[in-house]
């Protein structure tokens, strides 16, 4: 886990993974609407727009520091490797979308291969980093299994926190990021 100490603050950087279209933005989005002075910015690389919101978490930590958490997603066609490579560099945690529909079961699977050789490939393994997987949009799939789409992605149950959100309410009560940051935070607490 990366992260940085400037005094009384330390910086996380977090990142929403997963192949395009999956929904991403709308989970951002989501995640700044609670927070009252957080605003998703954008800015474009190329082809590809990056998606940032940034804020302080209210309550310090339980040695006094505060927590500074950078969320950041990708949109657009992934030309190069390069740009998620990016993405995940220095990341504590990572929230992998994944739209449930079948259709979208192939690129869904080559970008969670691709995740896992970029953080092989930036000298760490997803054991390293606080993870969670957030299933969307199953409202609009309601034959959706979660547990068949854990076996297909050979999640073993329980190893890795999953939570499902629907088209209508992306962010579904926060639980995927909360998880994360909750992963950070008791890591945080242990490296003292």
Do not use: C
Not at 153 to 173: K, M, Y
């Amino acid at each position: 886990m990366t992260v940085e100490q400037d005094g009384r603050q330390v910086s996380v950087k977090v990142a929403l993974a997963g192949a395009a279209d999956t929904g991403k933005l709308a989970i951002l989005r989501a995640i700044a609407a609670r927070y009252g002075t957080a605003t998703v910015r954008e800015h474009l690389i190329g082809s590809i727009r990056v998606h940032r919101v940034e804020w302080t978490e209210p309550n310090t930590l339980p040695d006094g520091r505060f927590l500074h958490v950078a969320a950041h997603s990708l949109s657009g066609p992934m030309e190069y490797n390069a740009s998620e490579e990016l993405l995940l560099r220095g990341v504590a945690g990572v929230v992998f979308v994944v739209d449930v529909a079948p259709e979208r079961f192939k690129a869904t699977w080559a970008s969670l291969v691709r995740l896992s050789e970029n953080t092989k490939r930036n000298g760490y393994d997803l054991d390293g980093v606080a993870l969670a997987l957030q299933y969307h949009r199953a409202d609009l799939h309601p034959e959706f299994d979660p547990a068949v789409l854990d076996k297909r992605l050979g999640v073993p149950p329980g190893l890795i926190p999953r939570f499902v959100s629907s088209s209508q309410r992306p962010d579904a009560e926060g639980l995927a990021f909360d998880s994360v940051l909750a992963q950070i935070k008791e890591r945080l607490t242990k490296e003292e």
